[in-house]
Nanobody, 123 residues
């Protein structure tokens, strides 16, 4: 079964940047729409961004537009989330997920999930 592994989380001050990465061993991610979701303490998981299998289409939640950029390198079997101008409200566990059937930020559409990486924005 496809297993996704996120990395790149950590503690950063407000206004700072982080780049998250997500990859999978033994499976080609190039067939999937890949998405990033996040879950803050006491809140439901929400969609952050997604990118089509070719990388030609992207979508962002309004809360991160202009600050976050999703990209993928199918040759490296990796998807990235560049996060700039981070705010305390971006603090959450960030999850990578793969959708084999379409292009959406709807959580239940995604078939495979990583374990998550913690991002904390605090001074």
């Amino acid at each position: 079964q496809l297993q996704l592994v996120e990395s790149g989380g950590g503690l950063v001050e407000p206004g700072g940047s982080l780049r998250l990465s997500c990859t999978a061993d033994g499976y080609t991610l190039g067939y999937y729409t890949l998405g990033w979701f996040r879950q803050a303490p006491g809140k439901e998981r929400e969609g952050v961004s997604c990118i089509s299998s070719s990388g030609g289409r992207t979508n962002y939640a309004d809360s991160v537009k202009g600050r976050f950029t999703i990209s993928r390198d199918n040759a490296k079997n990796t998807v990235y989330l560049q996060m700039n101008s981070l705010k305390p409200e971006d603090t959450a566990v960030y999850f990578c997920a793969a959708d084999a059937h379409g292009f959406t930020l709807v959580e239940y559409k995604y078939d495979f999930w990583g374990q998550g990486t913690q991002v904390t924005v605090s001074s």
